[in-house]
């Protein structure tokens, strides 16, 4: 085997050389933007190219428990999403596995010599949000603005995609010189913290030794700063709540009616006037109340989406338990009907020592890394934290990059965009660390706080 100096000579080089690809993968999975599992465009342009590059694929309920997935479109929404994919040249041999909403793709490189499994999550989804058409908006000015009405990459996500196809490409260029194997995660419907539960039951990382995640922004809005570990996310639940009441005329029969509208209302009010929890951190909103259907109708029904957050386990469950008190009580106030239905769940959790300590390694090596924090507390959520957790469970170690990058516009917003000059940094800082961890693997290691962030 060449000297390790050797290989990461060539990991840096390839990473720089793959640097153009980049920017056209990210553009084009910007372009044809799909929401939370209607990734199937996006899914079928990851599946052809890391097949291309020699890596083993598994796609559908292979790596997705059917009945673990949360907030599932309707099966109108989801014939015409595949519909849409295909005429949009998505590969019908790839589609058929993905058929129903399973999107994503899992694929794993052996590499030439023994080592641990290292595995990486790159998430996959847009958000539902209607991008941005002004003239200044660099997609608008460069022409690949999403082509989907109400579907936009405001968080990234085409770019960590990028990222993880460009970590694939350098690694499958050193395969003979890796030591183990590497397993790369790409997953559906982060947004709503819906999808990384289903991959966890399905076992796509039971033999993970080691998992690295990342994200664009988010913590750092410095192209060129990275952060080696976000730790203790707070931990959230979505519920989505109907209220189902009986229509009536407003004037002529009121009393007859029972308003859905107003039971939801009700509910709002006191949802946001829950008591917080003294064991850290808690949060609550109702981010969409929809109902009626005139103004002189007694509204029959009622939509509610709503999530609550926590610092920690125990938090969230008490704050998820309250809101669920409030949500009966207004339908019992008001004689209504209730069904509420988990729409997503992540837990907390926190990066290792031993993961951020080779980060920092493979951050020293990048030239275009210019500051480098070892750690920081999380300031939202993100389901990769069901799948570190899991690691960590069975005896590996995590984290949880920041990839740092100049914002045109805040996350989650319809004049989102990034420097996509911290796309090959990123290549190059998870090469590396996946390379650190597998040359140099803590065997020692397990979780150094083993409470830390468990709630």
């Not at 599992?37 to 059917?66: D, H, V």
């Not at 990382?205 to 922004?217: I, K, N, Q, V």
């Not at 009700?266 to 609550?284: C, Q």
């Not at 803590?442 to 830390?452: G, L, Q, V």
């Amino acid at each position: 085997m060449p000297e390790a100096d050797a290989i990461v000579s060539r990991l840096l080089q390839h990473a720089a050389e793959v640097g153009p690809q980049l920017v056209s993968w990210r553009r084009t999975l910007h372009r044809y933007a799909e929401t939370a599992w209607t990734e199937f465009r996006s899914s079928s342009l990851i599946a052809q190219t890391l097949a291309g590059l020699g890596y083993r694929l598994a796609l559908g309920r292979a790596i997705l428990k059917a009945d673990a997935r949360m907030g599932v479109p309707s099966e109108a929404v989801l014939d015409a999403a595949f519909r849409r994919a295909l005429e949009e040249g998505a590969a019908p041999e790839l589609l058929k596995d993905m058929q129903g909403g399973f999107t994503g793709v899992v694929a794993r490189l052996k590499g030439g010599r023994p080592g641990p499994t290292i595995g990486m999550r790159f998430d996959i989804d847009a958000l539902d949000i209607h991008e941005s058409r002004d003239a200044g908006h660099l997609p608008v000015r460069e022409g690949f603005v999403s082509c989907h009405a109400g579907a936009m990459h405001a968080c990234g996500h085409d770019g960590h995609t990028a990222i993880g196809l460009g970590v694939a490409q350098v690694i499958a260029r050193l395969r003979e010189h890796w030591p183990g194997e590497v397993v790369l995660i790409f997953q559906p419907s982060e947004e709503g913290t819906r999808g990384a539960r289903a991959m966890v039951e399905a076992g796509v990382a039971d033999d993970c030794e080691a998992l690295l995640c990342c994200h664009l922004g988010a913590q750092s809005s410095q192209t060129g700063h990275i952060i080696g570990g976000i730790s203790n996310f707070l931990a959230t639940t979505k519920l989505d709540a109907a209220f189902t009441g009986i229509e009536a005329h407003a004037a002529l029969g009121p009393e007859q009616g029972r308003s859905a509208l107003l039971g939801a209302a009700t509910a709002l009010l006191n949802l946001h006037a829950l008591p917080r929890h003294s064991g850290g951190e808690s949060r609550v909103n109702v981010g969409v109340l929809q109902g009626g259907t005139g103004r002189n109708v007694i509204p029959g029904y009622a939509e509610m989406k709503l999530e609550v957050r926590g610092a920690t386990n125990a938090v969230v469950e008490y704050m998820e338990e309250r809101a669920r008190a409030v949500l009966r009580a207004a339908a019992d106030m008001h004689g209504l009907k209730l069904d509420v239905r988990l729409a997503g769940a992540s837990p907390t959790t926190a990066s290792d020592a031993a993961a951020i300590e080779r980060v920092r390694r493979a951050a020293a090596r990048v030239p275009e890394v210019l500051r480098f924090d070892p750690s920081e507390v999380a300031k939202a959520s993100d389901d990769a934290a069901a799948l570190m957790r899991h690691v960590q469970a069975r005896g590996g170690i995590a984290s949880y990059v920041i990839v740092g990058a100049c914002l045109a516009s805040g996350h989650h917003s319809p004049g989102f965009d990034f420097d996509e000059a911290a796309l090959p940094i990123g290549v190059k800082v998870l090469g590396l660390a996946a390379w650190e961890l597998a040359a140099d693997f803590p065997r020692e290691a397990r979780r150094t706080d083993p409470a830390a962030g468990r709630g």
